[in-house]
């Protein structure tokens, strides 16, 4: 079977999208999840793997941002919402697409790192593609009561990060927005 692999606007790929989020991730499997409380940015591109009908098989989101280690500006690079059909797993789809992410970035050059959150069963798939855990605290915005945005810390799944040149691995990272 041949695939495609395309890098597109994340607001105009998102119809495209859906159609895996919800099948991947309906709401009352994500009612389970640890995150499923949680407000997510959108993503900016996305990279997705398609077969010959067009139908998307894989998606990786992908983020940039100025955000904050240990109170300092950094430009950070965000994965989110890495996602195959699961008739699809296991054939190399999520890997492929996590490398055209963290090329694309590189191919950027202007962004020193990537950062993920993922849960406890996914992290040795991600460790096994170069990310390492990164042992400090972060923080987010989250909408609050009051319909203000509110920083809180981010524990809903734990943080991984990789060198596009270097990585912080320690210390405080605000994201000065919605996680993702
Ligand atoms: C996590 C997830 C995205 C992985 O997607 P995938 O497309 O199956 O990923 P890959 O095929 O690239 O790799 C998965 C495993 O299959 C193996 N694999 C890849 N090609 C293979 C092939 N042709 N035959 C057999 N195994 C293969 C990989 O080596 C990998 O195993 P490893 O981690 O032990 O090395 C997918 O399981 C998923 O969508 N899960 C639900 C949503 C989710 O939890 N997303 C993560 C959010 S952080």
């Not at 280690?69 to 994965?79: D, T, Y």
């Not at 991984?160 to 994201?175: C, E, I, M, S």
Request: glycine share 8%; net charge negative; hydrophobic share 40%.
């Amino acid at each position: 079977m041949s695939i495609e692999i395309e890098v597109l606007n994340g607001d105009a790929s998102w119809p495209l999208a859906k159609p895996l989020f919800d099948a991947v991730w309906p709401p009352h499997v994500v009612k389970k999840l640890p995150w499923a409380d949680i407000a997510f940015a959108h993503a900016e591109l996305r990279v997705l793997v398609q077969n010959e009908a067009e139908e998307v098989l894989c998606h990786v989101g992908l983020y940039r941002r100025d955000i904050t280690w240990n109170g300092h500006k950094i430009r950070a690079a965000g994965i989110g919402g890495v996602l195959t059909r699961e008739d699809a797993r296991r054939h190399g789809y999520a890997s492929i697409a996590l490398n055209a992410a963290v090329q694309t970035l590189k191919d950027e050059g202007s962004t020193p790192f990537a950062l993920l959150f993922c849960e406890p069963h996914n992290a040795p798939f991600y460790m096994g593609r170069g990310w390492k855990p990164f042992d400090g605290e972060v923080y987010v915005e989250q909408p609050q009561a009051d319909q203000t945005q509110g920083r809180v810390r981010f524990e809903a799944m734990a943080p991984y990060v990789y060198d596009l040149k270097r990585a912080p691995r320690q210390g405080v990272l605000d994201l000065c927005g919605l996680p993702w």
